[in-house]
């Protein structure tokens, strides 16, 4: 696609259950970042992935957290057990390669946890 | 570590110039980059320095000073739509770390 696509736009959900993020980067994209924006807060680095390999998955803040990506392109974020304090915006980012390049960031997840 | 500094909001006149700073500290470093935010969408790149000095490009030019770890981002002839938040970020130092770390962001709003 055009840009970075991003699914569900909005997901509200009750603590507890599990939810999937979707992140599309853009074609031919080989480095994918996702985010996570708290109201008020800057963005916060979750986890990097070049290729399908997560190289550095230090900002997931709990085992709670998973994500993957297949055939170099697509990749999900899984919160397993949300609580309140997940509530925010997950952002995804592309770029060819290289954190010294320009991101591409998707419109983002709005993710509230009742 | 790396920690970024800028002011929280700022307002200014239509029309008018507007300056945005960012501290920074770092064990390095590796360039800065300004994005763009506006409310309820996806940041956008505006800029990225490595050198220090000016880089103007259009109505928006960034500036950089590696010795004194500061960076500003001017924005002349200001509009409506620059209302946004505008975001400091610096790439990651050392192997293993990809990570581009964000400052808060400074919200600015332009009034008429």
């Known amino acids: 696609g055009a840009g970075v696509s991003q699914s569900p736009s909005n997901k509200v959900t009750e603590k507890g259950k599990d939810v999937e993020l979707r992140c599309d980067p853009i074609?031919?994209?080989?480095?994918l970042y996702w985010y996570r924006q708290s109201l008020g807060q800057g963005l916060e680095f979750l986890i990097y992935f070049q290729g399908n390999s997560a190289p550095d998955k230090s900002g997931l803040p709990s085992d709670r957290f998973s994500a993957e990506r297949t055939g170099g392109s697509v990749s999900t974020l899984t919160i397993q057990r949300t609580q309140q304090e997940d509530s925010a915006v997950y952002l995804c980012?592309?770029?060819?390669?290289?954190?010294?390049?320009?991101?591409?960031f998707g419109e983002g997840s709005r993710l509230t946890v009742l | 570590g790396q920690n970024i500094d800028q002011p929280t909001e700022m307002t200014a006149t239509e029309g008018a110039i507007v300056q945005i700073n960012c501290t920074y500290q770092?064990?390095?470093?590796?360039?800065l980059f300004w994005y763009q935010q506006h409310a309820g969408e996806a940041p956008t790149f505006l800029s990225y320095n490595v050198l220090d000095g000016l880089e103007e490009k259009g109505r928006f030019s960034s500036f950089l000073s590696r010795s004194k770890g500061y960076s500003y981002l001017l924005l002349k002839e200001l509009q409506m739509k620059d209302s946004a938040s505008y975001l400091c970020a610096v790439p990651p130092l050392g192997a293993g770390s990809y990570q581009l770390t964000f400052g808060k962001g400074t919200k600015l709003s332009v009034i008429p």
């Open positions: 770092t064990s390095g470093f590796n360039g």
């Open positions: 980012a592309s770029s060819f390669g290289g954190a010294t390049g320009e991101l591409f």
């Open positions: 074609s031919g994209h080989t480095a």
